[in-house]
């Protein structure tokens, strides 16, 4: 993987270690739709996962998705309406895609930073989109024609509303930054939170609901943190 070291960023960087400073932090931001998105290690790029290998190629990417399109209605009864709805679903459950998750709850982009090795500084990034849509907010089906497209006439960059197909987006408060060049680090956001303590962090997050069962919304989730509660 090749990443690119933020720590030489010329963005505002604000440090925490508790949710009561991640939140007195988030108030300061001022007005206007804010997206946040949290990573584990503040080393890493804003990257989609596809375009995170030295190796990428827009055909494979292209028949990676056709393959999980193929073999997608044997698994689950949703039925989406567009290549698009699928793509997000492919987004959630881990299939490398051009797409990079982003959140309204800021909670939620705190749960993601607090992910990964405990000693690793997690990040938040904010990212400032305004109060209207227009060339920087779309509905995801807008798309449909232009997935793979990096002849698309649609300028980056773009973020993506979808449709509500699963209860995860719901949860999640999902919006998708769209990526026409999935190789290129986004570097367009407004500031970057760096999120230390993660562990007590955690702790401090499910007392306000934000756990593993209600971001993933599935009963593997659910098991694993009835197993974590009830051998404490």
């Not at 895609?97 to 709850?105: A, Q």
């Not at 997690?122 to 024609?145: A, P």
Request: net charge neutral.
């Amino acid at each position: 993987m090749c990443i690119t070291n933020l720590l030489n960023s010329k963005k505002s960087i604000i440090e925490i270690k508790s949710i009561e400073d991640y939140i007195k932090e988030v108030n300061k931001l001022g007005k206007g739709t804010k997206l946040f998105r949290g990573q584990s290690d503040k080393a890493y790029p804003l990257l989609p996962q596809i375009g995170r290998n030295s190796d990428y190629h827009a055909e494979k990417e292209k028949q990676l998705f056709l393959d999980f399109k193929r073999h997608y209605y044997l698994y689950s009864d949703n039925r989406p309406k567009s290549d698009m709805d699928l793509l997000f679903l492919a987004q959630h459950y881990s299939l490398p895609t051009r797409l990079l998750d982003w959140t309204y709850n800021p909670l939620i982009a705190l749960y993601f930073a607090c992910q990964g090795k405990p000693d690793k500084v997690g990040s938040v990034f904010v990212y400032n989109i305004g109060m209207e849509k227009g060339e920087k907010v779309i509905e995801g089906h807008d798309l449909d024609n232009n997935v793979f497209s990096e002849e698309s006439s649609i300028r980056e960059p773009v973020f993506l509303i979808p449709d509500y197909t699963e209860r995860r987006f719901l949860n999640q408060k999902g919006m998708f930054l769209w990526f026409k060049n999935p190789t290129k680090p986004f570097e367009d956001y407004n500031c970057r939170i760096e999120v230390k303590n993660k562990s007590k962090i955690k702790e401090e997050l499910s007392l306000f609901g934000i756990t593993d069962s209600f971001v993933y919304t599935d009963l593997d989730h659910l098991c694993l943190e009835l197993k974590t509660k009830y051998s404490q």
